[in-house]
């Protein structure tokens, strides 16, 4: 379910045990500073509990409540935004042991829009992904968006299945994308899937951003 694979790449749910290959990633100040953060991780334990957000958000069950018995009161947890988080690995002929390293990451999240002018205000889906430095120019953003983007109905399906979306009412269209006004190349990345510029903005560190929007 929700995992698929392109001529190079296999894409399915990253999973705790993939720690350590993540850490080796979101640790590296040349992928860290284009994230939502902007700086690295500095510990694995920072790693997990990042990990662990996306991964409750994706399996947390609908409208879960928690009894706090001291106090006999019951609460309703804010219900989180509906996402999937992939782990990318190159593809192996057979079974390979142990299995080869992630060498990037992708999600597609269901998130309130920035307050971007030109493009949609409206909650939104969005896409988000960053390699090991290792691998960059070989096309595998590339490919694994696409990939993933073929796949964009069901994984929506998906995840509103889950109880976590709602697509009947105020949201935008397709997907979308932002991306640092000086990424070239994820800029580059967005292009080559179809993505257009609609916009730009400044996030809550003071960056100027490009919105990207594709229908799909
Ligand atoms: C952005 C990123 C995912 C691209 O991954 P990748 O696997 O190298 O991407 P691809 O090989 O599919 O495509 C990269 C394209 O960018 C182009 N590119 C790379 N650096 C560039 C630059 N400085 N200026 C212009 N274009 C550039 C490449 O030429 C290529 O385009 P082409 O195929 O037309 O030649 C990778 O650089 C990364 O992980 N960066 C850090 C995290 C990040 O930026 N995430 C996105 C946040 S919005």
Known sequence: MLSLQTS???????????????????????????GMAGKADTSISQTIDWMLSSLLSAESPKNATTTDTTTATTTTPEKPAPKVLFAIRELQPGTVIPEPKVIGTMGIKRSAAPSCPTGSNRVRWELGYGFHTGVWGKGYATEAAKGVMGQFKEIKRTLEGNGEGNDAV???EGLWAATAENNLASQAVLRKCGFEFVGKFVDELGRKNLDFQVLV
């Open 8 to 34: 190079r790449l296999d894409i399915r749910p990253l999973v705790l045990s993939d720690a350590e290959d993540i850490f080796e990633m979101r640790r590296n100040p040349e992928i860290a500073k284009w």
């Open 170 to 172: 105020g949201v935008a």
